[in-house]
């Protein structure tokens, strides 16, 4: 057998692990009201963040908080840093776009 075709195979068996774990994933709809919606996009750290990645890390700030209230409030910060960031990154990036 060639080196080739061990790669291909390699990534044949790769590529169908990832398949069968995408494919056990169960995904539902959830109903939001208009303003529910609005305040989860503004909880978003980066533009391409899932409502579900969102409400995971809701979810974890909220198990967070009844153990260790101060650690909560370190990620929190956190996060508010990463999105000032990001927005500082994204008017930069926004001016140098105008200035060509």
Known sequence: MTNKF???TQVYFI???????????????IKLEEET??????????KKESYDEI?????S????????????????????ETKEMIKARELEEKEEKTKI
């Open 6 to 8: 061990i790669k291909y």
């Open 15 to 29: 590529l169908c692990k990832l398949v069968t774990t995408l494919l056990k994933m169960s995904i539902t709809t």
């Open 37 to 46: 919606k609005q305040r989860l996009e503004k909880l978003r750290e980066f």
């Open 55 to 59: 409400l995971k890390k809701i979810l």
């Open 61 to 80: 700030v909220l198990n967070i908080v009844r153990v260790d209230p101060e650690r909560a409030r370190a990620i929190l910060s956190r996060v508010e």
